[in-house]
């Protein structure tokens, strides 16, 4: 297939595929998304169910916005187990969005789109307010530069609805997470929780408008309302490490 002008200047992803999953890759070295060949609809990766910890403090989102679609993971559970949620998502390179059938991703429909877009104009000047914004916008060679500086912070911030909450994959050895870390608090105020996934490999950075973060009750932990038992039982690990770094947090 050869690339048209419009898709020139991007780099094509590729498919590795064994008898257990199927994989996207930029680099043979960095997997951008696996999907289970038993179970597509499946989170394959730690970090994306910690992600989905968002849940804990928008147990039932309305809009959510997301930058970057890889594989689809995060935005086929989201379609297929939130039911009430919008999705909307922006990805910057259309070889990877030419890739959806494989990991099937859905069509757009009334309730899910993909918009062929930068993910800073999509949180600058894009067609909706969130109460979820999920950054996941990684490519060949890391984090853009556009993804990570403090104006796209203040910008996510403020497509947020008033109880908003914004989550970050930051990958956990990069050496400029500390500035990071420090836009995303400017722009959030503070109200800042930072999770190391289970394997150690991504540091997951939930970031709210609200109080959400204080005011979260440490308690039992809680299956979402309208999330299915199998579904919320992807998530029980994810949602523990929150608990304990916000209990840490608050110590």
């Known amino acids: 297939m050869s690339d048209s002008p419009a898709s020139a200047h991007h780099i094509k992803p590729f498919i590795y595929e064994d008898a257990n999953s199927k ?10 998304s696996c999907m289970r060949l038993d179970d597509p609809h499946a989170l394959a990766l730690e970090y994306t169910r910690t992600m989905m910890g968002f849940l804990l403090f928008k147990p039932e989102p309305r809009r959510i916005g997301m930058v970057g679609l890889g ?30 059938e494989e990991f ?23 067609p909706s307010r969130f109460d979820v914004l999920v950054v996941d916008g990684y490519d060949h060679e890391g984090l853009p530069a556009r993804l990570r500086s403090q104006r796209f912070y ?15 994959n930051l990958q956990y050895c990069d050496p400029e997470n500390d500035e990071h870390l420090a836009r995303i608090r400017r722009s959030f105020d503070g109200s800042v929780l930072v999770v190391d996934d289970g394997e150690l490999s991504h540091s997951i950075v939930f970031a709210c408008k609200g109080n959400a973060l204080e005011t979260y009750w440490l308690g039992a932990i809680r299956r979402p309302p309208n999330l299915d038992p199998g579904a919320a039982s992807q998530l029980l690990a994810g949602f523990a490490l929150i608990a304990s770094a916000l209990k840490d947090q608050r110590s």
Do not use: W
């Open 104 to 126: 099937h991703i859905p069509p757009d429909d009334v309730r899910f789109i993909v918009f062929q877009t930068d993910g800073v104009d999509f949180v600058r000047r894009g």
């Open 23 to 32: 994989a996207l890759h930029f680099r043979i070295s960095d997997i951008q």
């Open 71 to 100: 594989g689809g993971s995060l935005a086929k559970f989201c379609y297929h187990h939130l039911r009430s949620a919008r999705i909307q998502i922006a990805e910057i390179n259309p070889l990877v969005i030419a890739l959806r």
């Open 154 to 168: 203040d910008d996510c911030q403020e497509t947020l609805d008033p109880d908003g909450i914004m989550v970050v």
